[in-house]
């Protein structure tokens, strides 16, 4: 299969928000997330507490804090403190997105999605596409070497 140049330039970019992800201290599950405009990261995250807090995730039954914040959320909100702008840009997410971080998306007017993880409830999705943001599924495992 022959890709085209964006579709190429996506698994290249999501396999850097995987790596990404390697920076969480979460361990039930690690997600990283980048956000990309002009052929330009102009943020990135990965799930962890918020700054400030202990670099644990989860309680001693092994179950997240609700404190936790997602990898969209806190590229997102990594936005809000640089003199960058998401207006029009790409998220690479290494995970299906959640209902809440689905708000921030839309809100801070990304206009394209792609993710890697399929997820059981398909509620933040479905709301993108709702919002008309491009929401695209690429599955990584697939495609190691190009
Ligand atoms: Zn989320």
Redesign the pocket.
């Given at each position: 299969m022959k890709l085209d140049k964006q579709t190429l330039l996506d698994y290249r970019y999501l396999r850097m928000a995987r790596v990404w992800a390697e920076n969480s201290y979460c361990k039930r599950r690690q997600v990283g997330a980048l956000v990309v405009k002009d052929k330009m990261i102009i943020s990135d995250g990965y799930n962890g507490t918020p700054s400030g807090f202990e670099n644990v995730c989860e309680d001693e039954t092994g179950t997240t804090h609700p404190y936790v914040l997602?990898a969209?959320?806190n590229a997102i909100t990594k936005l809000a403190r640089s003199g960058n702008n998401s207006d029009g840009s790409t998220l690479y997410v290494t995970a299906s997105?959640?209902i809440?971080?689905a708000k921030l998306i839309i809100q801070s007017g990304i206009k394209r999605v792609v993710y890697a993880e399929k997820y059981r409830l398909t509620e933040?999705i479905d709301l993108l596409k709702r919002a008309n943001i491009e929401v695209e599924y690429l599955n990584i495992e697939d495609n190691e070497s190009e």
């Open positions: 997602h969209e959320a997105p959640c809440e971080c933040g």
